[in-house]
Nanobody, 116 residues
Framework: QVQAVESGGGLVQPGGSLRLSCAVSGFTFSNAAMGWYRQAPGKERELVAR????????NYVDFVKGRFTISRDNAKNTLYLQMNSLKPEDTAVYYCNTYISKSAYWGQGTQVTVSS
């Protein structure tokens, strides 16, 4: 059974940092490309960043480039998202994601709130 559990969210002031983690099980993590998405209230879920199975290739959407870093530890079956210089518009529920045999798998999400 595929499972993904995000953690690390919380309340942070503008300009602050958070590191999200996603611990996965039920599939061969080292063979799977992974992604982080987010969904703000009243908005569609949107892609934030992707990383290849080996970690050598990463892609970011424009609004997080230079501020967020996606990484993974295949030995620990864990995906990370380091978020720096956070802005109020980064407030959202953040989800990790993978596709296995064309089916999408999501964690339960972790809330990130950026507010003074």
């Amino acid at each position: 059974q595929v499972q993904a559990v995000e953690s690390g969210g919380g309340l942070v002031q503008p300009g602050g940092s958070l590191r999200l983690s996603c611990a996965v099980s039920g599939f061969t993590f080292s063979n799977a490309a992974m992604g982080w998405y987010r969904q703000a209230p009243g908005k569609e879920r949107e892609l934030v960043a992707r990383i290849s199975s080996g970690g050598g290739v990463t892609n970011y959407v424009d609004f997080v480039k230079g501020r967020f870093t996606i990484s993974r530890d295949n030995a620990k079956n864990t995906l990370y998202l380091q978020m720096n210089s956070l802005k109020p518009e980064d407030t959202a529920v953040y989800y990790c994601n993978t596709y296995i045999s064309k089916s999408a798998y999501w964690g339960q999400g972790t809330q990130v709130t950026v507010s003074s």
